[in-house]
């Protein structure tokens, strides 16, 4: 897993803001039932933020970053991945999301995707963006392939190219992604190397995909957390370039 369960996101929280929050049950076309957690901005800009997690799923962490989103405007909802194999009902501390993580697919995935953007365009949102983190992060890049009609797709140190077991990774489908990238990724990532980022890089200009890829130096996988107080900084830059990118390309939503 990326985060410790004990992790909350770097972003301080605005005090005071006009949030209500939501657990919902999605319904994606094939069917699926699956647990999601919705942030609502009182005040919407009309962006919305998919939010998907690392291998374990939805949990506080990430239920806490959709909220840090709707404090700025910015409605969000973060998904769990095992609604095929576990249900549709939030899971405690204990879960071993093991057996259930290596039975996910891409194109389950982006099932789950679709049924969250298209519950936040129900919602008022014009522009909807994807942001994730590890497995997420690939995933994230991935919905930018997916026929959702993205803004942009974000991804926290996620891994660009095949997956263990050979699936192509964006890098391989870098010329169905439609939408523009911002990569985050950690210089000293020991599952990420330096020339998977230079590849990803790479397949983006080749692929004329308007991208930014930023590199960390020093920063491990995992670095955008607040126990990480030595990588701070890393975070504060992450997360003033993931509020750009969002507006930057929400249309004037």
Request: aromatic share 10%; proline share 4%; charged share 25%.
């Amino acid at each position: 897993m990326c985060f410790e369960p004990d992790s909350t996101p770097p972003i301080p929280a605005i005090r005071g803001a006009a949030v209500s929050q939501d657990d919902l049950v999605l319904e994606a076309r094939d069917g699926n039932r699956f647990a999601a957690f919705a942030a609502w901005p009182d005040e919407s800009a009309g962006i919305g933020v998919v939010i998907l997690p690392d291998v374990r799923g939805l949990y506080v962490f990430y239920e806490e970053l959709a909220l840090r989103f709707a404090e700025r405007g910015i409605a969000a909802i973060a998904f769990d991945y095992f609604g095929r194999t576990a249900g549709a009902t939030k899971r405690g501390e204990d879960f071993d999301h093991t057996e259930h993580f290596v039975q996910t697919t891409q194109a389950g995935v982006q099932a789950d995707v679709g049924a969250a953007v298209e519950h936040l365009r129900e919602r008022g949102a014009r522009a909807v963006f994807t942001v994730g983190f590890c497995f997420g992060g690939r995933n994230s890049w991935l919905a930018a392939a997916g026929g959702h009609g993205l803004a942009g797709a974000v991804g926290f140190y996620g891994r660009p190219g095949e997956d263990r077991e050979g699936n192509p990774g964006p890098i391989q489908r870098a010329r169905e992604l439609d939408a523009p990238i911002l990569a985050l990724q950690g210089g000293a990532d020991q599952n990420i190397s330096a020339e998977d980022n230079a590849a990803f890089e790479q397949a983006l200009d080749e692929a004329g995909v308007e991208h930014e890829l930023v590199v960390y130096d020093g920063a491990p996988h995992s670095f955008f957390d607040r126990k990480q107080e030595q990588f701070a900084a890393a975070s504060e830059d992450a997360w003033r370039r993931v509020l750009d990118f969002i507006d930057q390309r929400a249309g004037g939503s």
